[in-house]
């Protein structure tokens, strides 16, 4: 059998750290996790932490070669461990994160730490360097606001999506948006852990936000409006289309197996070419499944219900709706 997509997936990224507007810079590496960064008079936010804190250190060098300011915040979008695990390399004063992000991380951060390590080793250089989870110092409920001298930054938990946690940042004067996993470029979702069912509704609050540039979860920076819709339509359109040919194959009572086959062939021609379509598909279609039977919570991913998933799904074993556990 073989193993994870990911597991191949070796070479390194070439990373870009482009400015969207005075003070503000995107971190993008070719479809590797991406990172925010804000300058204020007082220091500097940094919007998704890198996965160890020895990746975070080129986050580190390539922010003080544009400012003296030290960095003081960490601003995470989610909870999954490619994301936060590299908080601590910053040496923030504070790191915020939505209740509900907190909350996942008390649930399941453990887990989610030990399968993402597993399947995709190449995003956690120096892995020796994690203390362990990343535990946000504040937390807020819908909104809360920096102020960056005049500048107002709004960090909003905007909806179920990505996970039921996302939280995006938003600067209303320069309409320029961090949005971490809700929106992808280029890239493929990844919706093990997602709300196809919310996840459009998400998306129309950011299309009301009308955002200028913005900065994915993974894939290039965007410089223009027609390149932040693209972003935001291909999202919807790539989870609305994977949700409805998943929900419509569980209620024809096809294993899990038949879902994942028949969706692979569908939304390969379309969707084929984005980065990371092998790795998540299977997880991606897993959730459907799941959602689609009426699970609304979803399932925690362990590295043992990885393999058991993988096995599923490229081993050939069939696993019937009845079968697939709770």
């Given at each position: 059998?073989?193993?994870?997509?990911?597991?191949?997936?070796?070479?390194?990224?070439?990373?870009?750290?482009?400015?969207?507007?005075?003070?503000?810079?995107?971190?993008?590496?070719?479809?590797?996790?991406?990172?925010?960064?804000?300058?204020?008079?007082?220091?500097?936010?940094?919007?998704?932490?890198?996965?160890?804190?020895?990746?975070?250190?080129?986050?580190?060098?390539?922010?003080?070669?544009?400012?003296?300011?030290?960095?003081?915040?960490?601003?995470?979008?989610?909870?999954?461990?490619?994301?936060?695990?590299?908080?601590?390399?910053?040496?923030?004063?504070?790191?915020?994160?939505?209740?509900?992000?907190?909350?996942?991380?008390?649930?399941?951060?453990?887990?989610?730490m030990a399968s993402e390590i597993g399947r995709f080793p190449r995003l956690f250089?120096?892995?020796?360097?994690?203390?362990?989870?990343?535990?946000?110092?504040?937390?807020?409920?819908?909104?809360?606001?920096?102020?960056?001298?005049?500048?107002?930054?709004?960090?909003?938990?905007?909806?179920?999506?990505?996970?039921?946690?996302?939280?995006?940042?938003?600067?209303?004067?320069?309409?320029?948006?961090?949005?971490?996993?809700?929106?992808?470029?280029?890239?493929?979702?990844?919706?093990?852990?997602?709300?196809?069912?919310?996840?459009?509704?998400?998306?129309?609050?950011?299309?009301?936000?009308?955002?200028?540039?913005?900065?994915?979860?993974?894939?290039?920076?965007?410089?223009?409006?027609?390149?932040?819709?693209?972003?935001?339509?291909?999202?919807?359109?790539?989870?609305?289309?994977?949700?409805?040919?998943?929900?419509?194959?569980?209620?024809?009572?096809?294993?899990?197996?038949?879902?994942?086959?028949?969706?692979?062939?569908?939304?390969?021609?379309?969707?084929?070419?984005?980065?990371?379509?092998?790795?998540?598909?299977?997880?991606?279609?897993?959730?459907?499944?799941?959602?689609?039977?009426?699970?609304?919570?979803?399932?925690?991913?362990?590295?043992?219900?990885?393999?058991?998933?993988?096995?599923?799904?490229?081993?050939?074993?069939?696993?019937?709706?009845?079968?697939?556990?709770?």
């Amino acid at each position: 059998m073989a193993g994870f997509a990911s597991t191949a997936d070796l070479a390194e990224k070439r990373v870009s750290f482009d400015e969207l507007a005075d003070g503000l810079y995107a971190y993008t590496a070719e479809g590797d996790p991406n990172s925010g960064i804000m300058v204020g008079p007082e220091g500097a936010v940094v919007i998704d932490a890198q996965a160890t804190p020895a990746m975070a250190q080129d986050v580190i060098a390539r922010t003080a070669a544009v400012t003296d300011k030290r960095i003081r915040q960490v601003v995470l979008t989610h909870y999954h461990a490619v994301r936060v695990l590299g908080a601590s390399g910053y040496r923030p004063d504070s790191i915020i994160a939505s209740d509900a992000t907190r909350n996942l991380i008390v649930e399941r951060g453990e887990q989610d730490m030990a399968s993402e390590i597993g399947r995709f080793p190449r995003l956690f250089r120096g892995k020796e360097t994690i203390p362990g989870l990343t535990w946000p110092t504040h937390t807020f409920e819908r909104r809360m606001t920096i102020w960056l001298g005049k500048r107002e930054a709004q960090v909003i938990h905007i909806g179920r999506a990505h996970t039921a946690g996302d939280t995006v940042v938003w600067l209303p004067q320069e309409r320029v948006l961090f949005a971490g996993d809700t929106v992808e470029f280029g890239a493929t979702p990844y919706c093990g852990d997602a709300h196809f069912t919310d996840w459009p509704g998400t998306i129309a609050a950011l299309r009301r936000l009308k955002p200028k540039r913005m900065v994915p979860g993974r894939g290039a920076a965007l410089m223009t409006e027609a390149d932040c819709e693209a972003a935001l339509a291909g999202t919807e359109a790539f989870v609305t289309d994977l949700f409805a040919r998943v929900k419509a194959a569980r209620d024809k009572g096809w294993t899990l197996k038949q879902a994942y086959d028949d969706c692979m062939e569908a939304l390969r021609p379309r969707y084929g070419h984005w980065v990371i379509f092998e790795h998540c598909m299977p997880f991606n279609v897993s959730r459907a499944y799941d959602e689609a039977g009426g699970l609304d919570h979803p399932r925690i991913w362990t590295a043992e219900r990885d393999l058991e998933m993988w096995r599923a799904l490229e081993g050939g074993a069939e696993v019937a709706p009845a079968e697939i556990r709770r």
